[in-house]
């Protein structure tokens, strides 16, 4: 039986780590226009904030405080605290770091709400 007349395609295989890789743009090469349409290079990826929480902010505290905890149980600070000792600094920084975290947390996501509405001017 004589073989087909046809072109074999080939198939998109994927490498090693599983991504499959599609072949390049095999056409004309696109114009100015048509660059700056499909957004061209990007000077880095575009982080999405989200608006601050109390939530957030207390989780961040908790565990700034467990680190504290541990530190102090360890004896890293030169001398062992006691256990009674430890839990009331723990305590001490969920109350402090909790507010300063969300004021943080505020201050940061109101400059970048800045920086989005006022890209051209910079």
Known sequence: MPPTKRKRRTKHR???????????RTGRAPTPEERKQAGGPQKGRQRVMKPPSWN?????????????????????FGRHVPVSQSVFLAAFAVILYTPLAYMTDRFVYQRQQRRAGNSGKR
């Open 14 to 24: 994927g490498n090693a780590a599983g991504m499959v890789e599609s072949r390049g």
């Open 56 to 76: 957030g902010a207390l989780t961040k505290a908790l565990v700034m405080a467990a680190l504290l905890f541990v530190l102090t149980r360890v004896g890293i």
